[in-house]
């Protein structure tokens, strides 16, 4: 080979590898990480990111530099010479790549297992999927449920998985883990959150007509704040007052995001306005007690006229304990009585 040849080659692969990397570096790709899972997994992405631009820039600076030198003039029809094998190219561009995947796996490997390994005190949480809702649970809270998944900051916490209907996926961008739950087996995800905030929990499986509103958040709260909460709502859940009671299971299953209730001060324009429930019973003809805990059990069996039908999930009520279940229909005919 000339050194010409070898010169233009490596300034080919120099501009091609340029342009990937300014690509690559340019634009924000992946949200700042916030947890001790993400912090492993970003140098990974970014470890496999530099193996491809680089082997990006040797395919197209070979690629780019026959496609000068080797051009067919315009009126050559012929096949060209043939070509028999290259031994040592040959071995050449299969251990290269054998190297570099099994660099790769080694590395992935090792960022699995650290992420898998769980800390000491963990935090369960029991998380139900459906269509087209998340619901968490504490089970260190007398299985609290709520609609938003708290966390507190540098705790390992352990989700476990089910899925009521159909393959739904869970996704933080922040903690950049995803995790599939599926119909039939029970599947986990550990996590270190390690910064505050709120990050959205997406789901990223496509699940049915309501995937792209299959969404909530993480609030990622200080471990004082988390305990302060987690026992103020296990408290207010388990009220022998159902007022206080029902209006804690209504405030931490965001129904608010749908419903208007004046007692609970929500505006929700989603779902039927709650505080109209007496007429919305007279209308389905049943009483009150009734038509509420239907309604929350199996939301489809009766839809008020102007309202989408099969938004609120179907197995909604499922999520929730009897009691949660008995105080939230208690706090409805309350509040709706006074509506
Ligand atoms: Cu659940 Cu998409």
Redesign the pocket.
């Known amino acids: 080979m000339r050194r010409g040849s070898i010169a233009s080659l490596i300034g080919l692969g120099i501009v091609a590898g340029g342009i990937a990397a300014a690509v690559a570096l340019a634009l924000p790709w992946l949200p700042t990480p916030a947890s001790n899972e993400a912090d492993r997994i970003d140098p990974l992405f970014w470890f496999v990111i530099i193996i491809c631009i680089v082997v990006f820039a040797a395919v197209i600076a070979v690629m780019a530099y026959s496609i000068i030198h080797f051009r067919a003039a315009p009126d050559d029809l012929s096949d060209g010479p043939p070509i028999h094998g290259h031994t040592n190219l040959e071995i050449i561009w299969t251990l290269i790549p054998t190297l570099l995947v099994t660099a790769i796996g080694i590395v992935s490997a090792v960022v699995l297992s650290r992420n898998d390994a769980l800390g000491a005190n963990v935090l369960r949480v029991n998380v139900t999927?459906q269509?087209?809702a998340w619901s968490f649970s504490y089970p260190e809270a007398n299985g609290l449920t709520s609609g938003v998944l708290r966390l507190p900051k540098d705790r390992s916490v352990l989700l476990t998985f089910h899925s009521k209907d159909?393959i739904?996926?869970f996704w933080v961008p922040e903690f950049s883990q995803k995790q599939d739950t599926v119909p039939g087996i029970t599947t986990t995800l550990h996590i270190t959150p390690n910064r505050l905030g709120t990050y959205p929990v997406i789901?990223?499986?496509?699940?049915?007509l309501?995937?792209?509103v299959?969404r909530t958040h993480a609030i990622v709260m200080t471990p004082a704040a988390f305990t302060k909460w987690l026992h103020s709502q296990a408290t207010a859940v388990a009220s022998p007052d159902a007022g206080v009671a029902g209006a804690a299971v209504f405030k931490n299953n965001q129904c608010s995001t749908c419903h208007t209730l004046a007692a609970a001060g929500a505006s929700g324009k989603v779902g039927p306005d709650l505080d109209k429930l007496v007429t919305y019973a007279q209308t389905a003809g049943q009483p009150l007690a009734t038509f509420i805990r239907q309604s929350i059990v199996d939301p489809n069996a009766y839809v008020e006229k102007g309202y989408p039908k099969s938004v609120m999930p179907a197995t909604f009520g499922s999520a929730l304990s009897k009691q949660q279940l008995d105080s939230l229909v208690q706090y409805l005919i309350s509040s709706s009585k006074k509506g």
């Open positions: 999927a269509q087209y159909v739904h996926s789901c990223t499986e496509l699940c049915g309501g995937h792209s299959m």
